[in-house]
Nanobody, 116 residues
Framework: QVQLVESGGGLVQAGGSLTLSCTASGLTFSRYTMGWFRQAPRKDRDFVAAITGSDGSTRYADSAKGRFTISRDNAKNTVYLQMNSLKPEDTAVYYC?????????WGQGTQVTVSS
């Protein structure tokens, strides 16, 4: 079965950087679009960024454009989210996502806390 394992979260000051990683198993990784979402307390889970498997095309939420970069290493079955210029409003649990056979798979999430 598909498993997604995130890592790299933590506490950082505003203006700092973090890189999240998500390693996938149970699928042919290079075939699938991978995404990052986040959920702040008492809010819905929101899209952050995605990268296709075929050609590595990327797309971002407006809140992430210019500050976050999504990338992937198909040899390592891993997708990354480089986050720069972090703001307190970026504080959330960040989740890795893949849709396979019309089903959404999620990792356990990794907490990112940005202090002001």
């Amino acid at each position: 079965q598909v498993q997604l394992v995130e890592s790299g979260g933590g506490l950082v000051q505003a203006g700092g950087s973090l890189t999240l990683s998500c390693t996938a198993s149970g699928l042919t990784f290079s075939r699938y679009t991978m995404g990052w979402f986040r959920q702040a307390p008492r809010k819905d889970r929101d899209f952050v960024a995605a990268i296709t498997g075929s050609d590595g095309s990327t797309r971002y939420a407006d809140s992430a454009k210019g500050r976050f970069t999504i990338s992937r290493d198909n040899a390592k079955n891993t997708v990354y989210l480089q986050m720069n210029s972090l703001k307190p409003e970026d504080t959330a649990v960040y989740y890795c996502n893949v849709k396979k056979n019309l089903y959404d798979y999620w990792g356990q999430g990794t907490q990112v806390t940005v202090s002001s």
